[in-house]
């Protein structure tokens, strides 16, 4: 009795380090995603990869909203010669979430030779690979990668992996400004950050 009693609190110990173990690697990659978000590396490039969120009804969600300012930002301040913006067509919309960027950035007084729309993705992935076929296009070869805070390290990697030399330089107005609202998003950054990372390192990718 006292060996098998001696075994489980064995595996009972091993358990628990693995569990502190994983816990330590989380917050280690959540750590990163917190410190990386307050990095603005804006500097001269092609064009602004603007990383879509939703719209309705064909008008740009304040989120997205935030995010076009600041590329249209960029581009009055001559960072950027062009603008792309993305988002395919959201359940029970009509109008894709490029097209309603687009129409909103055109408000803006952006040329419409300057807007380029990828209007066929619908995850952060998507975006970046279509918007390189519009960068390869149309003569691009850099990019600043444009969206909120949190969401900018996963982004610099899947942009580093879709072979766009990209700069971050996230909204200074994101709409999550507070803990209540930020703790949520980071805590989905690190989950589909952490995903992502260990995906990449599947044989055959």
């Known amino acids: 009795m006292r060996e098998k009693g001696d075994r489980w609190r064995r595996r009972g110990l091993v358990l628990l380090g693995l569990a502190l173990g994983l816990a330590v690697y989380v917050a280690a990659n959540a750590a990163s ?21 939703a719209t309705h009804a064909g008008q740009v969600s304040p989120v997205y909203r935030a995010r076009l300012d600041h590329a249209v930002a960029l581009y009055r301040a001559g960072y950027v010669d062009k603008l792309i913006v993305t988002g395919g067509t959201g359940a029970g919309e009509t109008c894709s979430d490029g097209a309603a960027a687009q129409g909103y950035v055109l408000a803006q007084g952006v040329p419409a030779e300057d807007v380029l729309v990828e209007d066929r993705s619908a995850i952060t992935q998507e975006n970046l690979e279509n918007a390189r076929e519009l960068m390869d296009a149309a003569g691009c070869d850099t990019a600043i990668l444009v969206s ?3 969401h900018m390290k996963r982004a610099m990697l899947l942009a580093q992996d879709a072979g766009i030399r990209a700069y971050s330089s996230p909204t ?26 260990w995906y990449r390192l599947l044989p055959g990718r």
């Open 172 to 197: 200074p107005t994101s709409r999550y400004v507070t803990w209540r609202t930020k703790l949520p998003f980071l805590a989905r950054e690190t989950f589909f950050y952490i995903g992502y990372r």
């Open 148 to 150: 909120d805070p949190l």
């Open 33 to 53: 995603i917190l410190a990386f978000s307050g990095r603005d590396q804006k500097t001269r490039a092609d064009a602004a990869i603007v990383l879509g969120a």
